[in-house]
Structures are given as structure tokens and as C-alpha cells.
């Protein structure tokens, strides 16, 4: 074989055939030994190497590398053994030509050769004219990811138009590749982010970005992208990152105002928890002298306040007549002098509150005299030899602004509460001399540093991000954290407990009036009885004087750490704790590095099998935490019987509509609470239908305890939607068959459907307008389109099986024909079929719930290879026609 190698190394394209040999077989260290001597055998190497890359696959389908970058690695390799084989050593005349067929090579075929390339023929000194050539012609085919790399590593971002390249990338749903060919160059990031900016403006429509681009294909999810709500963060992202001036991006600054208003106004008036004092503050901080602003909040106010709030606040801002909702006006006319301005709210404010308020909250154990106010150097002085006492067991928490409508995230602690038994101290942070004293910061340092003495929080991750934001001291140096008991992994862990729960343990959470209690308040309410009042939690923290709801409020949000500390160290067993409440936090870090560590090796392992694999369940509160962590095929209890998709009924909060949606889709009766929904909803529907909650986090705790053992079920938010959807039916033993699949509306969860025939789709489409009679397939008015294509389904031979979904079905004299609504008030969506459809589809699919229109297509396959593992699969699959959700096709970006 020497000998035949020897006379094959001379030819570049005999080398190419004998290594493609080797390839094919995957016998790799022959194809080196291979390619390291034909390297040595050719007369000119720069050269002979384009001739093999040149005839080179390009990528293959199953293969994590392409032959070419095989032999380019190798070439690599032979030519640090022959220093001399550079491109220096070819000739003026030969070493254009050879730049520009190794610049010919990059492209999206041949991802890998970039680097390589650019190394070994100094792609970087070619005319930039050619090089801007070379990244209009891969722009020009699609090849937008390609173009951008390869401008970055020529640093040529100065000289291509940012708008052609990053315009793709982010409509692709590549907006990091889009930051990084901007990152470093200030006008390219300002340029970029005023772009993201102007997508905001309630003007905008992504049909603009169509006629711009007409080559790109759009999908569903990548232009649910490009809505205001997704920019206007990722806008507010990079202008913190890049430095942005705020005044660039006026359309995001206001839609973060306006969300923030629409938020003030539930906090207010549906929710109830935020006092009128603190709200009206917000509010004014939120509108300031925005015109607009001001309007949209008399709008909402005769929404949610009423006529007459509404008229004060017109009147409070002078808004002209015209401007104003219809009725504004001629209430502010009948309003006698009394009531024509904006309640300032009650300025007598008394320490103790009332007897009811007694009854329904924890109340400060102590008096008024012993909570104090600090602001000088000489009462940190009285607090420091109180709290650093060895033995000392200090409550400790923290007060910041609320960041309504900020442009800046960024948040300095106003308030630090420091309670110890018998006394509160509350360090005043807004006092400049005071907080940024020295004396001061090394006090904060010897607290959080000293062993000897217990320091208690909850959730103290926010609370040493805003100390980091406060004092730059942290940062250079940063703080030491010893003797720290973070409470909230204490609850957490009582919340996996599986410990019987005795008279002392935590006690049932009711679902009655006002919000749903979490967090702290939950932990308070679980282990001494009663919730805390949290309507001051949102208050305007650096405003003095502060009130005395807010004094007694920021004292009672460390001291009930002390009472909760006292009652669990009593008797933790019965709350499912260890005897040591300190061991927790360390255990925790354990757990959580080790579950990190074994995510990871799983992530790795699913790469290397090229398969999607479940991840474990993490050691918060995942499925049935009352009967095991580790659940489905990890689990020991006994399985119940198995039931089908239909038997199932759940309800979804707002925090799994992702899940929900999956559940829907193998024909499970799934209700989505919708984001303004409160928890308590899921537990009057829960009730009232016999459903099973599904959720996850804090309101786990608060809903179990109102329906029955086993009906309300949490899970791991951290795992993605469609594993949560495997570890459901797993834990309930649902195996849906393919009958099941898209047997409800994803849309709205009705399981009745009209078959309709292309015969009758088509009449009614002429009927309405929406087919030409001389036009199938009508190309869309100008400003208007569809998302993306459709997928197109096969033509059916005759006799074809068909897919069947197990549904409801409903018959042609359901639909109205005058009207084309159905009897619960669904009106026929025709606009969302486009007629190109017609001569492929032979059957559409109506909803009778909501009048969404499906059609047969390839998405049905896509779901039977992601819940293989759980579905009832027959022989017949395979020849199973698929029903496709590529429904719904919006003739204009903001339906």
C-alpha cells in the first residue's frame, strides 16, 4: 500500500477518492497516515489542498464534521512539520488566484473551513472590496450566519450595511449573533438598538421587514419574536449593556411605563396589595409629564377606579377635553370643589394598628420605642455593640425602591432592618454622610464576616445584589459571607418534606380574600398562623420621612425571621427539618452544584447520542412531592391504573401554559389560567370540575390544601415544557394513543370538530371574497402576508388511510351559512386559509370552540417522535397521515 499511496499522493484528486474511501468507512487513522503523506508528495501544496477541499461533501447528514475539516485538521497538523509551506512562498501571480478559490469555499455548506482558511491563506490581506463581494454573494443565497462570522473575523463590521446583516440574523431568531457582530463598535450598537427600538412603535408592521427581505421564511415562533413585548426587553438589555443613551429609545421607554401602569393598576384595584399612598407615588414617578402616559392613565382609571377618580386625575394633570375618555368631561363638570383634586391620603398615621388588623396578621411583638431609626455615625455605634455580641442572633433584611417603569434597573438598598430580641434597628441608607461613612461599610463587612453571630434572611441573593449596587467597596473587595442562615432554603426544604405533619407543622393555607400568600408572608403564615401585611412592600423607599405604616412595616419583616427561627429550632422535626436548621444551607449548595453538575453530564450525553433526553427531576418541589421525588420510571410507587387522555382533566397555571398547551395536544382537557389570572382561580376551578392543578413554585403551598391528596401536583419550572408533559402522563399513567393526538383545539381546548371537504371550502371562500374566480393561489396584497409557507402535504393516492383524530365530530349543519358561526358564537376564521392550500388539501378541520381552521401537514410525525417514549404507538403509524397546526395564518403582522 506504500507504493500505492506514493504514486496516488501526487494527484490531488486520486488522494481525494482514496480518503473519501476511508471516510465512508469510518476508518480514520488510515485516512491520516493517508493524507499526511500525500501532503508530503505534493508540489504544490496551497494549491493541491484546493483541489481536494474543492470536490469535498459538504455536510452530511448524521455527521458532527465534514470530511473537508477532517483533512484541513490533518493539513494543519503536516504543516507545522513544514514551517516553510507558506503563502509567502507562492508566487505574486499564483497567490490572488489561490485567496480567491479558498475565499469561494466559504460557505454554508462548509461551515467549519472559516478558521482554517483564514489562517492558511491570509484571507484577512485580500482587496476589502473583494472580501465585501464574497459576503454580499452569501448574503444573497441565505447564507446570513456565514456572512456575519466571517465579517467579524475580517473585522469588517464598519464596512457592510448593518441593516442587511443583522436585520436576517434577529428575524431568524440569532439576535446573540447580531450582538456580536455590533459588540465593540458604538455606532453599530447604537444603530442596532434605535433599529430594535423603532420595531416597538404601536406603527410598526413586520410586513415591512417582508417586502425588505422577501427570501426569508419566517416561522411562527420567530415572529412571535419581533412583538413589542419581547424587543422592548431585549432592548432595555443592550442599552444597559452597550451603554445606550435612554433618549434613543423612546418607544421602549414608554411601553415599559405603560406595562408598568397597567401593573399598578391590578396591584391596586384587583389584587388590593399596595396601599393608596404608595400607589399614588408610583403612579405619578410612572407618568411624570408624559401627555401620553397621562392619558392612558385616566383611561384605566375609568376602568378600574371609576368616573370620578378618573375626572380628579384629569383635572390633577389639566388634560385637554378632546383627549379625554367619553364621559371625563362632564363628570369633572358636576364635581362640587371638594372632590376636584386627587385624595393625598390620611397624613395621621397611628403606631398600633387596628383590632382587625391584629386579628388577620402577625404584629411586632414589641413596642414603638424599641424599633430605631439610624442615621448618625452615634446610633450605629449602639447598634454595633448590640448585634456583634458573640451568641447573637440577628434578623436582617432590606428595603429598595420599587423599579416602576425605570430605565435603569439598577437598585440601591434605602433601608437595612437589623432586629435582634427586644429591639429593632433601621439603618438609613438615604442619609449620603451616614451610608457612605466609612464606619459604616466596615460595620455591614464585621456583620456578614463574624462567625460567632447568626445572621437570619430570606431570599438574601436580591438583598446582596442591591448591596453590591450600593456600595462599590463590595465589588472591589467583596463581602464575606459567614454565619448566614438563608430561610428560604429552610422553606424549600419543608416544602419537600415528606414528614408526617403533626398539630405543630405547617398548617393549611385557606384560598380566601385578597392575594395569595407567598414567600416570606407564606413562611410566616405556615409556621406562627397568621400571613404578614405586605402593603407596604412596594412603597417609596427613599422617600423621607418615611410613614409609620413603613416604619412598622420594615421592622416587622426582620423581627418575624426571629419568631419563625424560635418556632422551627423548637420542634423542627414535625416541620419535616433536621435537628441543625444551619446544615440546610450548606446541603443546599451541595444539592444544587450536584444537580447542575449531572444536568450538564446529561446534556452531554444527549449531544453525544444525538437524542433528546429527560433530565432528572431537580431537589425543589417537582411532581407529586407527596408520594416521591424521583417519579416515573425512578419511581417505587405502585403506578394507578392506566387511563386515557380524556379521563384526565387538569387545570394550568399561568406559570405552565407551555405545558398545558402539550397536554392539549395529546388530547388531555387542560383549562390555561391566563397571565392576569390569580392562583385562587385554579382552585375554584379545581373544585368546581374535579381537575387537578398543575403548578409550580410558591403556590404549590397555598392550593393544595383546597383540593384533595394527589390533586394538586408542582413541577420543576427549570425543565422544558415537553418533559414536564412526560413526567405528567408518566405520573398519571396516560398513554395516548396516535387517535389522540390533536384530538382537542390547542387553541382553545374544545373537542369537536367539523370535517369540512375542499369542495365546500372553496365555495365559501369565493362566497366571501377570499378566491378570485379565475385564482387559486393569490398572491397577498401588498402590506399583507401570511407567517411562514405552509407545509405542504403529499397529494393522497385513492383508498390512502387517513388519519382519524378521536373527537367529537359535528355536522355541516352546525355552521350557519349566512352568518359561518357555529352555536356557541364561533365565527369561521376563512381569512386564516390561504388559497394556495386548495389543490393539496383534500379535507379541512374546523373547531366549532373558537372557528380556528387546521389542515393535514407534517407536524403530527414531529409529535409522535417527541412523545414516543409515553404514546400507545400501533404498527400502522408509519402510514398515519399527519394533521398539522399550522393553523391560523394571520394575513397581517398584528392580528
Avoid at 447542575?596 to 452531554?604: F, T
Avoid at 392543578?693 to 383540593?707: A, E
Amino acid at each position: 500500500m506504500s507504493q500505492a499511496t506514493q504514486q496516488l499522493g501526487a494527484d490531488p484528486m486520486a488522494l481525494r477518492e482514496q480518503l473519501f474511501d476511508f471516510w465512508t468507512r469510518k476508518e480514520l487513522e488510515p485516512l491520516r497516515a493517508v493524507a499526511f503523506k500525500g501532503f508530503s508528495d505534493f508540489q504544490t501544496p496551497l494549491e493541491d489542498l484546493l483541489c481536494v477541499l474543492e470536490g469535498c461533501p459538504g455536510r452530511q447528514k448524521g455527521k458532527a464534521t465534514t470530511m473537508g475539516h477532517s483533512i484541513l485538521m490533518e493539513f494543519e497538523r503536516w504543516r507545522r512539520t513544514h514551517p516553510k509551506v507558506t503563502l509567502q512562498a507562492v508566487p505574486e501571480v499564483s497567490k490572488l488566484g489561490l485567496q480567491r478559490r479558498a475565499l469561494s469555499l466559504l460557505t454554508d455548506a462548509q461551515p467549519s473551513f472559516m478558521d482554517p482558511l483564514i489562517d492558511i491563506y491570509q484571507l484577512g490581506n485580500l482587496d476589502r472590496s473583494i472580501l465585501r463581494l464574497h459576503i454580499i454573494k452569501l448574503q444573497a443565497v441565505n447564507c446570513y450566519r456565514e456572512a456575519a462570522l466571517l465579517s467579524m473575523k475580517l473585522e469588517l463590521q464598519n464596512e457592510v450595511d448593518m441593516e442587511e446583516m443583522c436585520v436576517p440574523l434577529i428575524l431568524q431568531d440569532k439576535l446573540p449573533m447580531a450582538e456580536s457582530f455590533v459588540r465593540g463598535h458604538p455606532r453599530l450598537e447604537e444603530r442596532m438598538v434605535t433599529l430594535l427600538d423603532s420595531w416597538c412603535h404601536p406603527d410598526f408592521s413586520i410586513a415591512q421587514l417582508r417586502r425588505q427581505f422577501p427570501r426569508l421564511s419566517l416561522s411562527k415562533h420567530q415572529t412571535d419574536q419581533i412583538q413589542p413585548k419581547m424587543l422592548s426587553k431585549q432592548v432595555f438589555r443592550l442599552m444597559e449593556k452597550f451603554n445606550i443613551d435612554p433618549g434613543l429609545c423612546p418607544n421602549s421607554v414608554y411601553k415599559r411605563k405603560s406595562d408598568s401602569m397597567r401593573f399598578l393598576m391590578y396591584k391596586r384595584f384587583v389584587e388590593k396589595g399596595m396601599s393608596e399612598e404608595n400607589w399614588r407615588d408610583h403612579v405619578q414617578s410612572t407618568v411624570a409629564d408624559d401627555p401620553e402616559l397621562q392619558i392612558q392613565l385616566v383611561e384605566l382609571m375609568v376602568k378600574y377606579g371609576g368616573m370620578v377618580n378618573a375626572a380628579q386625575w384629569s383635572l390633577h394633570y389639566g388634560l385637554p377635553k378632546d383627549r379625554l375618555p367619553f364621559g371625563v368631561w362632564d363628570t369633572q363638570e358636576s364635581l362640587p370643589a371638594s372632590l376636584r383634586e386627587v385624595s393625598k391620603g390620611c397624613n395621621a398615621e397611628s403606631w398600633d394598628p387596628s383590632q382587625a388588623h391584629r386579628d388577620r396578621f402577625y404584629q411586632l411583638p414589641i413596642t414603638r420605642d424599641h424599633v430605631h431609626f439610624l442615621e448618625t455615625l452615634e446610633g450605629l455605634q449602639c447598634c454595633r455593640d448590640t448585634v456583634l455580641q458573640p451568641g447573637c442572633i440577628v434578623g436582617v433584611d432590606m428595603e429598595w425602591r420599587a423599579g416602576f417603569g425605570a430605565v435603569s434597573p439598577q437598585q440601591r438598598v434605602a433601608l437595612i432592618q437589623l432586629a435582634v430580641p427586644g429591639q429593632v434597628f433601621l439603618l438609613d441608607l438615604c442619609a449620603h454622610g451616614f451610608s457612605q461613612h466609612n464606619i459604616t461599610v466596615t460595620f455591614i463587612r464585621s456583620l456578614f464576616s463574624a462567625t460567632t453571630v447568626l445572621k437570619l434572611g430570606y431570599g438574601m441573593a436580591g438583598d446582596l445584589k442591591c448591596l453590591l449596587a450600593t456600595w462599590a467597596q463590595f465589588s472591589e473587595e467583596p463581602l464575606k459571607m459567614e454565619g448566614v442562615l438563608d430561610l428560604l432554603n429552610v422553606h424549600q426544604q419543608m416544602q419537600r418534606s415528606t414528614s408526617s405533619r403533626g398539630s405543630g407543622g405547617p398548617r393549611g393555607v385557606l384560598v380566601g380574600e385578597g392575594p395569595a400568600e407567598k414567600g416570606l408572608s407564606l413562611l410566616v403564615q405556615q409556621v406562627l398562623g397568621k400571613p404578614l401585611d405586605k402593603m407596604e412592600q412596594l412603597s417609596n423607599w427613599e422617600r423621607r420621612p418615611l410613614r409609620t405604616s413603613q416604619l412598622r412595616y420594615a421592622a416587622v419583616d426582620a423581627y418575624c425571621l426571629l419568631d419563625v427561627y424560635s418556632a422551627l429550632s423548637r420542634d423542627p422535626a414535625s416541620f419535616g427539618l433536621p435537628q441543625d436548621l444551619c446544615s440546610i444551607s450548606s446541603l443546599q449548595t451541595e444539592k444544587s452544584k450536584e444537580e447542575k453538575k449531572r444536568k450538564e453530564e446529561k446534556k452531554k450525553q444527549a449531544r453525544r447520542r444525538g437524542a433528546h433526553q429527560v433530565s432528572d427531576p431537580a431537589p425543589t418541589p417537582t411532581l407529586g412531592p407527596e408520594k416521591s421525588p424521583q417519579l416515573g420510571e425512578d419511581s417505587q410507587s405502585p403506578l394507578p391504573p392506566r387511563m386515557a387522555p380524556q379521563q384526565l382533566r387538569v387545570v394550568c397555571d399561568n406559570m405552565l401554559q407551555g405545558l398545558g398547551r402539550y397536554l392539549r395536544c395529546l388530547g388531555v382537557d387542560v383549562v390555561l389560567l391566563e397571565n392576569t389570572d390569580d392562583h385562587r382561580v385554579a382552585a375554584q376551578l379545581a373544585q368546581e370540575d374535579g381537575r387537578v392543578i398543575l403548578t409550580c413554585g410558591q403556590p404549590y403551598q397555598t392550593l393544595k390544601s383546597q383540593v384533595g391528596e394527589g390533586r394538586c401536583i408542582a413541577l420543576d419550572c427549570s425543565e422544558k415544557a415537553r418533559d414536564q408533559a412526560v413526567r405528567v402522563l408518566k405520573h398519571f399513567n396516560v398513554q395516548p394513543t396516535q387517535s389522540d393526538i390533536f384530538s382537542r383545539c390547542q387553541v382553545c381546548n374544545s373537542d369537536q370538530y367539523l370535517k369540512m371537504p375542499r369542495e365546500n371550502m372553496t365555495r365559501l371562500l369565493k362566497e366571501r371574497g377570499f378566491l378570485q374566480q379565475q385564482q387559486q393561489a393569490p398572491v397577498p396584497p401588498e402590506g399583507e402576508t401570511w407567517d411562514d409557507p405552509p407545509s405542504p402535504a403529499p397529494f393522497l393516492a385513492p383508498g390512502a388511510p387517513r388519519y382519524s383524530p378521536h373527537c367529537r365530530w359535528a355536522p355541516l349543519s352546525d355552521l350557519d351559512s349566512s352568518t359561518l358561526t357555529f352555536p356557541r358564537g364561533a365565527v369561521l376564521q376563512l381569512h386564516t386559509v390561504p388559497p394556495g392550500l386548495l389543490p393539496r388539501i383534500p379535507f379541512f378541520f374546523i373547531c366549532t370552540g373558537c372557528g380556528k381552521i387546521f389542515w393535514e401537514g407534517s407536524h403530527f410525525s414531529r409529535v409522535l417522535s417527541q412523545f414516543q417514549e409515553v404514546l400507545c404507538i400501533t404498527e400502522d403509524t408509519e402510514d398515519t397521515l399527519s394533521f398539522s397546526t399550522q393553523q391560523d395564518r394571520p394575513l397581517t403582522s398584528d392580528c
